[in-house]
Structure formats: structure tokens, C-alpha cells
């Protein structure tokens, strides 16, 4: 084949250290601009963000030689170092250890991106430590429940 061609999707998710609420309404919007700037600057594409105050989801088309661990990387050591440039928060603002990744097919993106949409609504009756449960068990993803969340 003379070219290369995909469609590479990715749901990430990944929650504020300790899980605290602290993404607020004060600098979430430009939160989520500086991610953009991250994604864009990385030649990858960002097609939706949101989450509520202690964790965000990215739904991203990458290219093949993208490292999505290095991508996740960079989005969240940058993002925190610019929240706490900002002084958003009291103290100082991390993110937790690791993320969760999960493809997405083209057939699927509309409704990755309505879910993704409706974070504040649909976190009224389900918390995240259930939604990310049920995301791990949807992917057939093996995993102990005491170190999903752990403390680091």
C-alpha cells in the first residue's frame, strides 16, 4: 500500500488526585481550552471534553504514532502545572496516578460524545468510581477493585 490510513479513538478518563472536587466553574472552561492547546499542539485531535469537579473524559482521534501513555502524560502534567501557576486551587492541584483508555469505534462516536456531553447529568445518579467500574467491565478489562483507586 503506497499510504497509510486510519481512524484511531480513544475515550480517556482520569480523576483529580484523591478524587477532590476541585475542578470548579471558576477555571474549568479554560481548563479545558489549555487541554485543547495540548491535544492540538501534539497534531492529535480533541473531538469533545468535559467531566464534573473531580475528574475529566477526552474523547480523541489520534494518529497511529501517537503514544497515547506519553499524550496522557504530557495533558496531565501540563494541565497541572498550569493550574497551579493559576493558583485555581488551594494548594496544589495533581492528578491522580494512571487513566483509563478505551477504543472507540466510528460507528460509536456519537454516542461517546453524547455520553461524554451529559457528565453533569448523568453523575446525578451514578458516581465515578461506578461509572469507571462499569467502563472496566464493558471493555472485559480485569482489574481488583481495591487498586482501582487507590490513594497514591
Not at 118 to 139: A, C, N, P, T
Request: charged fraction near 25%.
Amino acid at each position: 500500500m503506497a499510504n497509510t490510513y486510519t481512524q484511531l479513538y480513544f475515550h480517556i478518563v482520569f480523576a483529580v488526585k484523591g478524587r477532590d472536587n476541585l475542578i470548579t466553574s471558576k477555571f474549568k472552561i479554560e481548563l479545558y481550552k489549555y487541554i485543547t492547546g495540548i491535544i492540538s499542539n501534539k497534531n492529535q485531535k480533541l473531538m469533545i471534553i468535559n467531566g464534573i469537579p473531580n475528574h475529566i473524559h477526552l474523547l480523541i482521534g489520534t494518529k497511529p504514532n501517537c503514544n497515547l501513555s506519553d499524550l496522557v502524560r504530557d495533558i496531565k502534567a501540563n494541565s497541572s502545572k498550569w493550574i497551579n501557576e493559576n493558583k485555581f486551587v488551594l494548594g496544589k492541584f495533581e492528578w491522580q496516578t494512571g487513566f483509563g483508555a478505551f477504543t472507540v469505534s466510528h460507528s460509536g462516536i456519537d454516542k461517546v460524545i453524547k455520553y461524554i456531553k451529559d457528565q453533569e447529568k448523568h453523575h446525578k445518579i451514578k458516581s465515578f468510581k461506578d461509572e469507571y467500574i462499569d467502563f472496566l467491565k464493558g471493555y472485559k478489562i480485569d482489574f481488583e477493585d481495591k487498586y482501582i483507586f487507590s490513594e497514591d
